[in-house]
C-alpha cells in the first residue's frame, strides 16, 4: 500500500464529515429529490470555479478521453443522487447513510483488485471489523422493516451508483487536478439531471432557498471536494472504509435532530469502524528500522 499524507487522510475524514450532513439538508430542501440533486450541482459551480482559480487549478477544455470518462462518471453519480434523496425521504438517515455506503466495500474490493492481491493480515482485520461495525449499525440504528423497504432499497442501489462514481473519478483523478475535475462531473451532473426533474413534475424551486445552499455548500462544495482531492493520494481501500464514517455521523444527526434512536449497537458500531480505520492507516506507516547490534 502506497504511503498515505498525513493531509490526504484528514481531508478524507472531514470530507465525509460534511457528506454525512447530505441527508440532513436534503430533507431541508424544499424541492423534489431530483431537483434537490439538480441545485448541489448547480449552486455548487461558481464556487467549484473560484476555488479552483484560488488553488490555481483553472478548469481547461478536457481531452477526448477524459471528457467521456468524466461524463460516464457524473452519468452514474447523477443517478446515485436521484435514486438517494428519494430513498432519504422514505427511511431514517442512519438507514440512508449506510446502505448508500454499500459503495465502501465496492470501493475496497476495486482496490485490492487493481493491485491483483488480497488483503494483508492488518488489511483483513480492518474489512472484518468494518463489516462488524456495519452490522451492528444495521442491527442498531437501521431498524430494517417494511415501514422503510423502498427507502433502503433506493440507498443501495444509489450506494452501487455512487461506487461506480468513484471508481470513473479515481481513473481520471491520475491525469487530472481534482477542482477542474470536480466542476466538470458537476456540470455534467446537473446538465443530466435538470430535464428528468422537469418531466417527472417535481418541485425545482424552493420557498425557502436555504436548505438547497447548505446542501451544495456542504456535501458539493466542501465534501466532494475533499473527497475527489482524497480519491488522488489515498488507496481506494482506505477511501472505502471511511465511507462508512458517514453513516455513525448521520445517525447522530437523526437522534439529535429528528429524535430517531441512537442504541449502543450503534455506538459499538462505529467503534468498529473507526478501530478498522486505525488499522489501515497503522499498516501505512514504515516500520522502524531495527538498531544494529554493537
Do not use: C
Amino acid at each position: 500500500m502506497k504511503k498515505v499524507p498525513t493531509r490526504a487522510f484528514v481531508a478524507l475524514l472531514l470530507g465525509n464529515a460534511a457528506l454525512a450532513l447530505g441527508p440532513w439538508t436534503v430533507r431541508l430542501s424544499g424541492v423534489g429529490p431530483i431537483a434537490a440533486g439538480f441545485w448541489r450541482l448547480a449552486l455548487a459551480l461558481p464556487f467549484l470555479w473560484a476555488i479552483a482559480v484560488l488553488l490555481r487549478q483553472p478548469p481547461r477544455v478536457p481531452s477526448r478521453g477524459q471528457t467521456l470518462a468524466i461524463a460516464a462518471a457524473a452519468l452514474f453519480f447523477a443517478a446515485d443522487l436521484a435514486l438517494w434523496n428519494a430513498g432519504i425521504h422514505l427511511t431514517k438517515l442512519g438507514n440512508a447513510t449506510l446502505f448508500g455506503n454499500v459503495a465502501s466495500f465496492v470501493l475496497a474490493g476495486w482496490g485490492l483488485w487493481i493491485v491483483r492481491r488480497g488483503p494483508t493480515r492488518l488489511e483483513g482485520w480492518a474489512l472484518l471489523l468494518a463489516a462488524l461495525g456495519t452490522a451492528l449499525l444495521v442491527a442498531g440504528s437501521a431498524e430494517l422493516s417494511l415501514d422503510h423497504l423502498r427507502g433502503d432499497l433506493l440507498s443501495i442501489a444509489a450506494g452501487l451508483l455512487y461506487a461506480g462514481y468513484l471508481i470513473g473519478v479515481e481513473r481520471v483523478r491520475g491525469s487530472m487536478q481534482p477542482m477542474p475535475l470536480l466542476f466538470l462531473a458537476s456540470l455534467f451532473g446537473a446538465i443530466y439531471l435538470l430535464p428528468v426533474a422537469l418531466l417527472t413534475g417535481e418541485q425545482i424551486i424552493p420557498a425557502d432557498w436555504t436548505g438547497v445552499i447548505l446542501f451544495a455548500l456542504g456535501s458539493q462544495v466542501i465534501g466532494q471536494s475533499l473527497l475527489v482531492y482524497a480519491l488522488g493520494e489515498v488507496p481506494p481501500l482506505i477511501v472505502g472504509l471511511a465511507l462508512l464514517t458517514q453513516a455513525a455521523v448521520s445517525a447522530a444527526i437523526g437522534w439529535l435532530y429528528y429524535g430517531e434512536v441512537m442504541t449502543p449497537l450503534d455506538i459499538l458500531g462505529a467503534l468498529a469502524i473507526g478501530t478498522a480505520l486505525v488499522l489501515v492507516r497503522l499498516q501505512d506507516r514504515p516500520a522502524k528500522p531495527k538498531s544494529e547490534p554493537a
